[in-house]
């Protein structure tokens, strides 16, 4: 079983930064696969962006590529999402997911995921 558990939203100015958190447990943390998904009140869940086993490869949706930033800390279990330039379309429920076997990306969704934490960018 795998637990994530998100933390680190809430409101921000357009231009300000975020930082979020997903804590994990359960299995071993740096041999899965993770990501970052967004999904906004009556719209589709959003592909942001993931990284893969090891840290050996991160992937970017064309919207937040060069704002954000995905990485992890195996030590700590955890993984990370640096949001700069926040603008108001960025304002949505954000999602950590985990895929133990397969790259996490706009595909497949991913079998494990966290709660969801709310960021809000005011213009």
């Known amino acids: 079983q795998v637990q994530l558990v998100e933390s680190g939203g809430g409101l921000v100015q357009a231009g300000g930064s975020l930082r979020l958190s997903c804590a994990a447990s359960?299995?071993?943390?740096?041999?899965?696969?993770m990501g970052w998904f967004r999904q906004a009140p009556g719209k589709e869940r959003e592909f942001i962006a993931a990284?893969?086993?090891?840290?050996?490869?991160?992937v970017y949706a064309d919207s937040v590529k060069g704002r954000f930033t995905i990485s992890r800390d195996n030590a700590k279990n955890t993984l990370y999402l640096q949001m700069n330039s926040l603008k108001p379309d960025d304002t949505a429920v954000y999602y950590c997911?985990?895929?133990?076997?397969?790259?996490?990306?706009?595909?497949?969704?991913?079998?494990?995921w966290g709660q969801g934490t709310q960021v809000t960018v005011s213009s």
């Open positions: 990284i893969s086993w090891f840290s050996i490869r991160t």
């Open positions: 359960g299995r071993t943390f740096s041999a899965f696969n």
């Open positions: 997911a985990a895929d133990p076997k397969n790259n996490v990306g706009p595909g497949d969704p991913p079998p494990y």
